[in-house]
């Protein structure tokens, strides 16, 4: 930077005086860019104004402050080695999970906020809805259109955010470059702070769940476990899963023989967690690589109560294709909600109220067949922006009471995006442990649920319409969902529902 160049740090929406205002990244990439040419994109608009005598530093919320640079850089003989520990084996008693008090643990987080803690979530919510829409679609190419995809960008980001805690360089320049955080030069106030990122997911999480209060009644919960399973022996820095807490409060550390029975491990794996957490998870782990000695899991349950929403008597026909139905429970809404229909690209939208700040996105194909083509022009980077077209109308909305199950290997999504060893044998995980870790599936699990709350009426409802201009609305074919938090503009869950009665 030339000598007399001042610097400014601003929010990248906020306008400057005689200057348009700066587009945040996700609205500046176009839609077929690939995630390479996106981090480009964002180290680009990171440094638009330096010739106008103006820098932006758009991440200066996530990277390391000064005074945190000065502790980090001190000479190594100053600073004693991390502690360690070795993982029980994975036979010893474990706790159930206790989704309500985790719920409650979230909502307390997100009472006292301060302003810059609510920018910092709105930061991470824009990365990780860049990223969601990006790995969906990497998930989505390996599933037919006959089954199911269900993904959440929060565990996704918080998931690679950990292993980016436990990553030495150039390891850590790489996953903090995926983040789409680029390090604009070697500076340590341009390195991103992992533990910032992870504390602005837990906001996220927070906002999600926060209606109400920590002691009220729960209508929406989310709840995140994360396992860590290691080879017997293996030796784990207290550090790194302590710094785990934020994205998942619940994190258990177990030992178990990965190499000589690969099948029996993965077997005592899921009976492990399901015995720990009480959920079906679908698409359990198979598979285990023998030369492994780290396996990180993210389990993601999530249960939503609709408002208002009442559960149709019997089983209603859903047509998984133009022949082909099953027989599934139906919930019926009447109220007035959001509504977009758009001809031109052949869909509608219609927004139901999960709580105050969340809202759930039902989007359809006006013809089944159109699903793909659907799910592509919808599930991209200017998705908040098109939901902008919504308009309230008087509907009366039918659609299957929902559980859907999803698994899938991180490693695999980054082998599509051409980075199969981000994580691979030459990853430098050193502040996870001292020994050379060969990490092997990294485990995304999500279980959805949404049911009728049948006590409450919807929040956006007027007294219930009827007549000729109530707008039949009836998903009993296959449709695009997601749940957005409004607060942070994270969306937490993207999904085709193809069957509602198969796991994805």
Known sequence: MARGHSIILFHPSQNISGSAEVSTPSEMAPAGLSLGASVL???????????????????HLLVYSKSSCDQLEKPRAESPPDPTFTPVPIQAKSSAVDEQALREQLVRATQQLEAEERLRA????????????H???????????????????????????????????PTASRLQAFLGVPGEDQGCTSRLDGHKVLSALQTIQG?????????????????????????????????????LSSISPVTLSRSLDLSTDPDLAAEKINRFMQAVTGWEMGRPLTGVNPDSTLLFNTYVHFQGKMKGFSLLPGLQEFWVDNTTSVSVPMLLGIGT??????????????RVPLSANACLLLIQPHRAPDLRQVEALTFQHNFLTRMKNLSPRAIRLTMPQLTLKGSYDLQDLLAQTKLPALLG??????KISDANLRVGKVLNSVLFELKADEGEQPTESAPQPAGPEVLEVTLNSPFLLAVLERDSAALHFLGRVSNPLSAA
């Open 41 to 59: 994109c964002l180290l680009a608009w990171a440094r638009l104004a330096t010739a106008d005598r103006v820098y932006i530093h758009p991440f």
């Open 122 to 133: 709105v930061k991470v919510g824009v990365l990780l809805n860049f990223m969601g829409f």
């Open 135 to 169: 790995m969906y679609k990497m998930l989505s190419e390996t599933r037919s259109a006959a089954s199911g995809a269900v993904l959440s960008p929060v565990a996704l980001f918080g998931t690679l955010t950990s292993f980016y805690l436990g990553a030495l360089d």
């Open 207 to 243: 906002l999600l769940v926060a209606q109400g209060g920590a002691g009220s009644r729960a209508r929406l919960l989310l709840s995140t476990v994360v396992g860590l399973f290691t080879a017997p022996g293996l030796r784990l820095k207290q550090p790194f899963v302590q710094g």
């Open 337 to 350: 909600f959001h509504y977009w229909s758009d001809t031109q690209n052949n869909l509608s939208v219609t």
């Open 425 to 430: 044998a030459e990853a430098n995980l050193g």
